[in-house]
């Protein structure tokens, strides 16, 4: 059965049919779904009963993933799922919740604020791959907000203004936005800044969008309260409605976004419940920008 397209909104976002993510794709269904991505920049795959192999294996045919192995603030023998794995669940290694004070749920908590993945990173992730494998009735939604139709309606002043600029990102200043300022040394050490473009242009369809993320923390080369007073209305800007698809999780659902045209964010919900939800991460191939020589650090 050949590939189906389903957009879910105005502007982007797609429903795959027609796929079992539970095979092994032929190369032309890749490629299919390489399209849709580059297109829609986020695409469902509805009842994809998939195991973690299965996950590992699908997201494999986009490129290396991500090791979330030495970022955030998981050791090694903390994981609860294969290391490729980030594990945004509410849950231990035994499977039970985090009460609500766990160091580890607190730090999570930086999933509700808007951000692409991995743009703390020099080379920031490609893809991500979210499979919900017990999701919640109630909220616990994930927006997807369109960087690249947010950039479209800027005035061209501002996208003169913000061509050449380069931000520098960190989870230490997304977490201490939160107030979650309880981090070692060593975890400091892991989180230290990185710097991105502000602008994007898209490899492949060749859009411009606005690379936004919560871990920004400074424009380069400006006052830092000028720079995130601008920052802030800039995401204000993007993250209008008109810009954002809501998506209502159902179980076994998959969310394959696009983290150079999109941000995305978790929504409230109750706690106490289970929400256990698994992402593979395709990483990028190269940095927006050239980082500061850690010589210099
Ligand atoms: C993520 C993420 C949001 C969610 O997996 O990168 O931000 O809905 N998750 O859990
Ligand atoms: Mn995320």
């Not at 192999?53 to 192995?69: A, C, M, N, P, V």
């Not at 109630?138 to 501002?158: K, N, P, Q, S, V």
């Not at 920004?216 to 830092?224: F, L, Q, R, T, Y």
């Not at 696009?258 to 256990?276: E, G, I, L, Q």
Request: one cysteine or more; charged letters at 30%; a negative charge.
């Amino acid at each position: 059965m050949a590939l189906t397209v389903r957009p879910l909104h105005d502007l982007f976002a797609a429903e795959i049919g027609g796929v079992d993510l539970t095979r092994a794709l032929a190369v032309e269904e890749v490629s299919a779904i390489e399209a849709a991505i580059a297109e829609h920049a986020v695409l469902v795959f509805r009842d994809q009963r998939i195991t973690d192999e299965q996950q590992l294996e699908f997201s494999r045919g986009f490129g290396d993933l991500e090791e979330t192995r030495g970022t955030g603030i998981s050791k090694p023998g903390e994981l609860r799922l294969h290391p490729a794995f980030a594990d945004v669940s509410n849950l231990d290694t035994d499977n039970t919740v985090l009460p609500r004070d766990n160091r580890r749920r607190l730090y999570g908590l930086g999933n509700m604020l808007w951000h692409s993945d991995s743009s703390f990173k020099a080379v920031p992730a490609k893809y991500s791959l979210l499979s919900g494998r017990i999701v919640v009735d109630e909220g616990g939604e994930t927006e997807f907000a369109d960087m690249r139709a947010a950039y479209d309606d800027l005035d061209d002043e501002t996208k003169a203004e913000i061509a050449d600029l380069v931000c520098e990102h960190s989870l230490i200043h997304s977490r201490e936005s939160l107030g979650f300022d309880d981090l070692t040394d060593a975890e400091r050490a892991t989180m230290r800044p990185v710097r991105q473009v502000l602008t994007r242009t898209h490899p492949v369809s060749g859009r411009k969008s606005i690379y936004l993320a919560s871990h920004i923390g400074k424009i380069i080369g400006w006052p830092v309260p000028e720079g995130r007073a601008f920052i802030r209305d800039l995401t204000e800007h993007a993250t209008q409605r008109r810009f954002v698809y809501a998506h209502k999780w159902r179980p076994f659902d998959l969310v394959m976004w696009d983290n150079r045209a999109t941000m995305h964010r978790v929504r409230r919900f109750d706690s106490t419940k289970v929400r256990d939800m698994r992402r593979t991460t395709v990483a990028g191939t190269a940095p927006t920008v050239a980082q500061e020589s850690m010589a210099a650090e």
